[in-house]
């Protein structure tokens, strides 16, 4: 079945099974490998794409279900320039392992982008789904507030 996915910007003409992950049309099919597999279950959210501007588990949407636009970590910046979020998250040194930061770093963005400037606790139940098995939180946590002063 052909399917038009616009994925950061771009329009794309797939063919394939509607029932299919996102997770595996991005990563297999589009080639964005930004975007994590954790769990399948969408528990862990190294998966967190934006979908029409809201954070998503892309492990758990089916392509035939994708009615907007879907932003993944590649699109979150500019062409030449990174997101504030991304910028903070190197300043703080967040990533240890960095496999879950591109889930963090686009729930963050779904965060800024209802809370311009998230309390502490804002920040917590946000990110609350997304894992990191390094243990950042307090880092995370640094480079949302960094991050929302500049946005």
């Known amino acids: 079945m052909a399917l038009t996915l616009v994925v ?11 029932e299919m992950p996102l997770l595996w049309v991005l990563r297999d099919a589009l080639g964005l490998t930004g975007t994590k597999y954790g769990c399948g279950v969408a528990a862990c959210g190294a998966c967190t ?30 062409a030449s ?17 960095g496999y879950c930061q ?4 686009m729930q963050a963005a779904d965060l800024l982008a209802r809370s311009p400037a ?4 804002e920040i917590d139940a946000a990110m609350d789904g997304n894992l990191c098995r390094c243990g950042t939180y307090p880092r ?9 002063a500049k946005v």
């Open 8 to 18: 950061n910007g771009r329009a794309h003409a797939l063919d394939l099974p509607p």
């Open 118 to 121: 998230p309390t502490d606790d």
């Open 102 to 105: 591109s889930g963090q770093i």
């Open 81 to 97: 320039s990174l997101h504030p979020l991304q910028e903070a998250w190197i300043a703080h040194q967040v990533a240890q392992c």
């Open 140 to 148: 995370i946590r640094a480079a949302i507030h960094a991050a929302a």
């Open 49 to 78: 794409v934006h979908i029409g501007g809201q954070a998503v588990r892309s492990c758990q949407v089916a392509l035939g279900d994708v009615a907007a636009e879907v932003t993944t970590i590649e699109g979150l910046g500019g």
